[in-house]
């Protein structure tokens, strides 16, 4: 498939996703100059099964790109795996050595810390005025918008064709509901497919799974009003479901799901080895990579497609502690009035996170804006993280650390749930009181 460019970028460069330790690409400016250097710590999305390219390749081409029109204001790239973006960005501000900028998946605690430029500073209105509203909306805090969304995703469920195919089933209808779904997975076992459907629970973001077998379930992470429901009796049937009927009948694998990772999932669908996955738009380069023939559909809900998906978004924020205000809001204007945030929505198959960007892969006939096409058509109606709370961070680590305890044999998934849901009111009333 040939990809359109942005910025010069190439295919080459890959750098693992998986083992990517901290890069940088340092601009140091000249002893007695009056050039700035801002900082930017950035999340990697490429991989080495894919031909993407690393993430530090993209931002150093946004950067020479900028350099040309403001040379008194040099950058110093940072590139460190998304699993370990909120971390390196906190150890960082508590060393006293914050970054100008970073993409980070949560910011609500630097926001509550007063560490952070609100949006409306950063950006111009216009800019502003083009965001997705809900995913806007996503990126306040205290009905401060602090987050700049840079790119989105959405989950869905992948399956194999050729797999569904050689097994009986229509490789051109999804499952529809729960009951397809395991019917299609015991027709997958009986044609010998090694993992009928992954389920990763062992990993830092097992919260993505979880929070979409919520929805899927019809309950979720919080109400209306914003209030905790990790205990609901939903969310409980749901992890029985998986544990009763999936894991139970042993339709996931070798690998028990409380010790699969995303990456040990992910690997198994691009190799063929699995005949279905819940996962977001980045799987779909690596099972291309892979040559297989898949198709994604909405998840299937306990009695018909879930029209709700779960829809999470990379943010950009500025760190206010080193006074760059005026620097960084000229780069991230250079960042957001070119093509480099669709550039890189399209590199790394996420979604745009603007209106016009929406507007213009919705009407372009290019293949790699149609197969993206399903995913666009989710994102209006997408259930969020609730980033805005500063409790979120430690909730979805809790969640990480404990969701698949709910898979042993013998779990009393109610009282996980309910562990659960106190450490997240807990963190609640601790926010509260501040």
């Given at each position: ?16 996703a ?79 050595t ?104 062992a ?22 009003i ?36 995303r ?13 279905m ?20 559909a ?7 497609p ?74 209006p ?21 404990r ?32």
């Amino acid at each position: 498939m040939r990809r359109r460019r942005f910025l010069g970028m190439g295919a080459g460069g890959i750098a693992g996703a998986a083992g990517l330790a901290a890069t940088t690409t340092a601009c140091a400016a000249d002893s007695g100059s009056d050039q700035v250097v801002l900082r930017l710590l950035a999340t990697e999305y490429g991989g080495e099964a894919s031909d993407a390219g690393s993430t530090e390749r993209y931002w150093n081409d946004v950067v020479n790109e900028f350099r040309e029109e403001y040379p008194d204001i040099l950058i110093n790239v940072s590139v460190v795996r998304y699993q370990d973006a909120n971390t390196e960005v906190a150890r960082l501000v508590r060393r006293g050595t914050p970054p100008d900028i970073a993409q980070v998946s949560a910011f609500a605690d630097f926001a509550e810390a007063e560490q952070l430029y609100p949006a409306s500073v950063l950006l111009t209105l216009p800019v502003l005025a083009e965001f997705i509203p809900s995913i806007a909306a996503a990126g306040e805090r205290r009905r401060i918008q602090y987050g700049m969304p840079f790119a989105s995703s959405i989950t869905r469920l992948y399956y194999n064709k050729r797999l569904f195919s050689e097994a009986g089933l229509d490789d051109e209808r999804a499952p529809a509901d729960w009951g397809e779904l395991l019917d299609a997975a015991l027709a997958l076992r009986s044609a010998g497919v090694t993992t009928p459907f992954a389920l990763p629970f062992a990993h830092a973001q097992a919260h993505v799974e979880a929070a979409t077998w919520m929805i899927s379930g019809g309950g979720g992470l919080t109400d209306d009003i914003g209030s905790y429901t990790i205990d609901a009796q939903a969310n409980i049937d749901t992890f029985a479901w998986l544990r009763d009927e999936l894991v139970g009948q042993d339709l996931c694998g070798p690998g028990e799901p409380n010790r699969t990772t995303r990456d040990d999932a992910f690997a198994a669908f691009a190799a063929g080895d699995a005949g279905m996955i819940v996962a977001d738009s980045l799987l779909m380069r690596q099972a291309e990579f892979g040559d297989i023939d898949f198709a994604t559909a909405q998840m299937p809900g306990t009695t018909g497609p879930n029209p709700t998906a779960l829809g999470y978004a990379a943010w950009v924020v500025g760190f206010n502690q080193n006074g760059h205000k005026e620097e960084i809001a000229t780069f991230l204007d250079f960042v957001y009035t070119n093509t480099n945030v669709p550039g890189f929505s399209e590199r790394y198959d996420l979604l745009p996170v603007t209106t016009p960007a929406v507007q213009a892969m919705s009407e372009s006939s290019a293949p790699e804006d149609e197969r993206m096409a399903p995913f666009l058509d989710d994102l209006p109606s997408a259930t969020f993280y609730p980033v805005g709370k500063v409790s979120w961070a430690e909730v979805a680590s809790a969640i990480g650390r404990r969701i698949g305890e709910t898979m042993l044999p013998d779990a009393d998934i109610g009282a996980i749930l309910g562990e659960l849901q106190t450490l997240a009111e807990d963190a609640d009333r601790r926010e509260d009181a501040v």
